[in-house]
Structure formats: structure tokens, C-alpha cells
């Protein structure tokens, strides 16, 4: 079965330094894989996805990720944090063949900015 | 364009209430899927439907949990009778139909069982 590690909790960067959250994948095949964002009191916002070709993905508000098949990894990664960034972030991957849409997620990590 | 539209946003109520919650996904997404997030469980998969189906309803809890998906526009999660451990934040997303089609989230609604 498909599984997702995030073994980061918790992560405290400050302001303007770099950021990168790691996302770990179990999977049989090449999988699709998201990375999702969620500001307390809302739900989760799609940040970027990975199905095939550039295994360099840009997202939005300034995210880029990066697919490893060798290290089973699609980290996630700011070159200049904001503090408005601070939030959860959730790494998905996608299901087997048949297996519809539904998504596998990861626990979450904590994104904390200092100023 | 709209995204995925849940009510209420809050709901607090005693337990041995039924409780029901309701989603509008985004118009000519053909999934949907109901989630379940708390402290101690994080993100959970209840159900999820594709074109107004349920196709895999293995995460929902026990018996006193229903979803139905009556039209393409709406679907609904209710617990009856509602007990304090349901407190949590149910979101509902939608996606169009096909494995690489990321889902949408609704904002959630807060559940608090007294």
C-alpha cells in the first residue's frame, strides 16, 4: 500500500532564510504527488503537483519541489520565506491505477517564521 | 469561480444530536470526498464518491456516520447520534474525475459535540 512520510513535526525558520520540507513516498509505480498548504481556519490549498516529465515543479507563491525516484522523495522548498508562509504543509501522493482519485496524505508539518 | 462550499462553518451541539453537515462542490467536478481532521488523527478519508456513487466508504468510523451524494451539487455527512469524540473539523473537497486531478477543499466546518 501507498504511504507518505513527513518526518518533520515541526520546523522553525526565520524570515528570508531558505526553507525545505521533506515529503518521503511509498509507492509501487511513478506516482502523482502534491504538496498542499493550510492556513489555520481554512482548508487545504493546492501548492503543486508532479505527474511526469521536469522533475523540478513551481507551484505557487514562490514553492518549488523537486522529484527524486532514487530517494523516493519530492521535497518541497522556498528560496526566501515570508512570514505570511508560516502554516501546515501536506504532502500527498496519488493512487494506484483504478483506484479513482483519492489521495494518500502525509501527517503534516508545522511551518513556523520568525521575524 | 466558486470553490467547494461547506455549512455550516461552526456547529456546536449536544451530544445524542444529530448533526449534519452539507457540501457544494465545484460545478463539473464528478468526485467527491469527505475528510475528517483532528490533533491526535490528522487528515482522514472517510468517503469519497465519483459521479454521485460511493466508491470507498472504508474510513467512516461506525454506523452512526452517512454520506449521501444526491445530485452532482450536493452531498451531505451526518452523524446520528452525535457523541463528543466526533468533535473535529470535517472538510469536504472535489476533483474532476481521473487519477492525476488534484482536489479542492472546501473551508471546513468545526464540529464541537457537548
Known amino acids: 500500500a501507498q504511504s507518505v512520510t513527513q518526518p518533520d513535526i515541526h520546523i522553525t525558520v526565520s524570515e528570508g532564510a531558505s526553507l525545505e520540507l521533506r515529503c518521503n513516498y511509498s509507492?509501487?509505480?511513478?506516482?502523482?504527488l502534491f504538496w498542499y498548504v493550510q492556513s489555520p481556519g481554512q482548508g487545504l490549498q493546492l501548492l503543486l503537483k508532479?505527474?511526469?516529465?521536469?522533475?523540478l515543479v513551481q507551484g505557487i507563491k514562490g514553492f518549488e519541489a523537486e522529484f527524486k525516484r532514487s530517494q523516493s522523495s519530492f521535497n518541497l522548498r522556498k528560496p526566501s520565506v515570508h512570514w505570511s508562509d508560516a502554516a501546515e504543509y501536506f504532502c500527498?501522493?496519488?493512487?494506484?491505477?483504478?483506484?479513482?482519485?483519492?489521495?494518500?496524505f502525509g501527517t503534516g508539518t508545522q511551518l513556523k517564521v520568525e521575524l | 469561480d466558486a470553490g467547494v462550499i461547506q455549512s455550516p462553518r461552526h456547529e456546536v451541539t449536544e451530544m445524542g444530536q444529530e448533526v449534519t453537515l452539507r457540501c457544494k462542490p465545484i460545478?463539473?467536478?464528478?468526485?467527491l470526498f469527505w475528510y475528517r481532521q483532528t490533533m491526535m488523527r490528522g487528515l482522514e478519508l472517510l468517503i469519497y464518491?465519483?459521479?454521485?456513487?460511493?466508491?470507498?466508504d472504508s474510513g467512516m468510523p461506525e454506523d452512526r456516520f452517512s454520506a449521501k451524494m444526491p445530485n452532482a451539487s450536493f452531498s451531505t455527512l451526518k452523524i446520528q447520534p452525535s457523541e463528543p469524540r466526533d468533535s473535529a473539523v470535517y472538510f469536504c473537497?472535489?476533483?474532476?474525475?481521473?487519477?492525476?486531478?488534484?482536489?479542492?477543499f472546501g473551508d471546513g466546518t468545526r464540529l464541537s459535540i457537548l
Open positions: 509507492y509501487g509505480a511513478t506516482p502523482y
Open positions: 464518491f465519483n459521479n454521485n456513487v460511493p466508491i470507498d
Open positions: 508532479y505527474f511526469s516529465g521536469d522533475t
Open positions: 460545478s463539473g467536478h464528478n468526485s
Open positions: 473537497a472535489s476533483s474532476s474525475h481521473g487519477s492525476n486531478q488534484p482536489q479542492h
Open positions: 500527498a501522493v496519488g493512487p494506484l491505477t483504478g483506484g479513482g482519485n483519492k489521495l494518500t
